[in-house]
């Protein structure tokens, strides 16, 4: 009897599984649709990845394919998925609005009687969401103690504003009323003045604003007007620091005066300045510490106060420059300070465009103060032209420069 080699047994059961293998058909990749449906709409764009597989009744491959996804690529977003639409949620943009705002009360150029209410009042379309914002700035002034500050509501079905406000019986002269809203503002030039059948005892103080700089040792001009003085007296003091007590009055004036303009200085001593940065100015009638209530005390306001070394003191000023006017052919009287003049001189110049109308040197004395006259040509063209005061040349040069007006 033979015996069986165990070794060819093996061979032969190794052959029979080879050609079985080799024999059998590849089975094709599948697409798992639940998969595909769920990251389609975890994308956001069920239209590019499909919820259903066709498989074509083509033969089948003879071999295997050499990647087999198990997850549907990645969509990114298209332009038209990432707009806004009214349901997204998200904010959509808007054109700005354009607003057409008018003033019917005050007219440009009127007179306002101070010390007395005055109705303002327009028109705007379309009507906004938000009140009008209506201020009255004095000429050259933002401080909120010298300008009126309201807000007026619009009629929802016409668009009509008014707003009704007692006038502050700071200053008298130029001023502008600025309307606003959303970014649109409407200014109209007025004039301050004091009604005339004016009764109460009122002295305003056009010049210096508040806020203004004050250098010790040097002139301070100040002016305003009047009505009803007692006594017929003003009185004018400047008081340093603390300058909410009057044991510091550095320096005072009386004079006499009317109903009407007025003018003063005063020369501020060296020393005011050591160790304070604030005046504080107090014009009035009656006395300086009087307690009478017919004294209007609202002409007190606050100046910066510095030496003659600081940069701020480098300044020029003009008595009542808002209210300069010049004309044709007649010499117009100026008056200013100038601190630190390089050479002691500044050139005084009456300018339109590119022309020089006149011009003059003013050699200001040892506390700054100058006077002068300027004659513009008589064939100068009335309108608007500039004032400019200047000193030194080159590094040295510095100029300052006043809006005024050429008259016929």
């Known amino acids: 009897m033979m015996k069986r080699n165990p070794l060819n047994a093996t061979l032969l059961a190794f052959f029979l599984l080879f050609g ?27 239209t590019t990845v499909p919820t259903e597989t066709d498989t074509p009744e ?9 990647e087999t996804p198990t997850t549907a690529p990645k969509v990114e977003p298209t332009e038209a998925a990432t707009a806004p639409s009214t349901g997204s949620g998200q904010a959509v943009p808007t ?7 008018t003033v019917d009360s005050p007219q440009p150029n009127q007179a306002i009687d101070v010390a007395r209410d005055f109705t303002f009042s327009g028109s705007i379309s379309p009507v906004p969401s938000q009140r009008l914002e209506i201020e009255l700035v004095v000429a050259g002034s933002r401080s909120g103690s010298d300008t009126l500050l309201a807000f007026a509501d619009v ?63 040097q002139t301070l001009l100040i002016s305003g007007e009047s009505r009803n003085l007692i006594d017929g007296k003003i009185q004018v003091g400047l008081f340093g620091c603390p300058a909410d007590t009057d044991e510091n009055l550095e320096a005072h004036i009386e004079f006499e005066a009317g109903n009407g303009p007025w003018r003063a200085q005063i020369i501020l001593p ?3 300045a050591s160790d304070c940065d604030t005046a504080h100015l107090r014009v009035t009638t009656g006395g300086l510490t009087n307690n009478n209530p017919q004294v209007a005390w ?30 044709p ?15 002691g ?23 700054g103060y100058w006077e002068t006259s300027l004659t513009p040509p008589a064939n100068a063209e009335p309108g608007e032209a500039q004032l400019r005061l200047s000193t030194g040349a080159d590094d040295t040069y510095r100029e300052f420069i006043l809006p005024v007006q050429l008259g016929s």
């Open 20 to 46: 079985l293998l080799a024999c059998a058909e590849p089975t094709p990749a599948t697409t798992n649709t639940a998969t595909t449906e769920a990251i389609a709409e975890a994308e956001g764009d069920a």
């Open 58 to 66: 083509t033969a089948a491959p003879t071999t295997m394919p050499t």
């Open 95 to 101: 054109e700005p609005v354009s607003y057409t705002l």
């Open 155 to 217: 009629e929802a079905t016409s668009g009509s504003w008014s707003i009704t406000q007692p006038i502050p019986p700071r200053r008298t002269g130029p001023a502008t009323l600025h309307v606003r809203v959303a970014g649109t503002d409407v200014a109209v030039p007025v004039q301050l003045q004091f009604a005339a059948d004016e009764a109460s005892t009122i002295v305003t103080v056009n010049q210096p604003l508040s806020g203004q700089i004050a250098v010790a040792g």
């Open 270 to 272: 060296e020393t005011a």
């Open 298 to 327: 609202a002409s007190d306001q606050f100046l910066t106060l510095v030496t003659p070394n600081d940069e701020r003191a480098n300044i020029f000023t003009v008595w009542e420059a808002a209210q300069l006017r010049f004309s």
């Open 329 to 343: 052919g007649r010499a117009a009287a100026l008056v200013g300070t100038a601190v630190n003049p390089v050479d």
């Open 345 to 367: 001189l500044v050139q005084v110049e009456l300018v339109q465009g590119d022309v020089v109308l006149a011009a003059a040197t003013a050699v200001p004395d040892l506390f």
